[in-house]
């Protein structure tokens, strides 16, 4: 399996937006997906955000209307767009690829600290 690779992550103010990326040796978005999860320190890992092989979004109802997931095509780089960031959201967050195809699945990212506090 590859290794995902996350940044973007930083110290904001609530209310505050960050765009994290995640790119991954052979993720191509015609065969793969690509989720986005999130661990606050102490709790358990959190789905966040999919995007599929058809373009399809989804998003976890605590940050729905306020993040988006997106691709960059010409470098297979996703993003996810953070917007009104509230404390709650601060975590680490990490990127995984799925499947359908074969060659997608990846393992767990390092991840990037993102941290929302006044």
């Known amino acids: 399996q590859v290794q995902p690779v996350e940044s973007g992550g930083g110290l904001v103010q609530p209310g505050g937006s960050l765009r994290l990326s995640c790119t991954a040796p052979?993720?191509?978005?015609?065969?793969?997906?690509m989720s986005w999860y999130r661990q606050a320190a102490g709790k358990q890992r959190e789905w966040v955000s999919r995007?599929?092989?058809?373009?399809?979004?989804y998003y976890t109802g605590s940050v729905r209307g306020r993040f988006t997931i997106s691709i960059d095509k010409a470098n297979n780089t996703v993003y996810l767009q953070m917007n009104s960031l509230k404390p709650e959201d601060t975590a680490r967050y990490s990127c995984?690829?799925?499947?359908?195809?074969?060659?997608?699945?990846?393992?767990w990212g390092q991840g990037t600290q993102v941290t929302v506090t006044s």
């Open positions: 995984k690829t799925y499947g359908p195809g074969s060659t997608c699945f990846s393992s």
């Open positions: 052979g993720f191509t978005s015609d065969t793969c997906g």
């Open positions: 995007l599929g092989t058809d373009g399809t979004t």
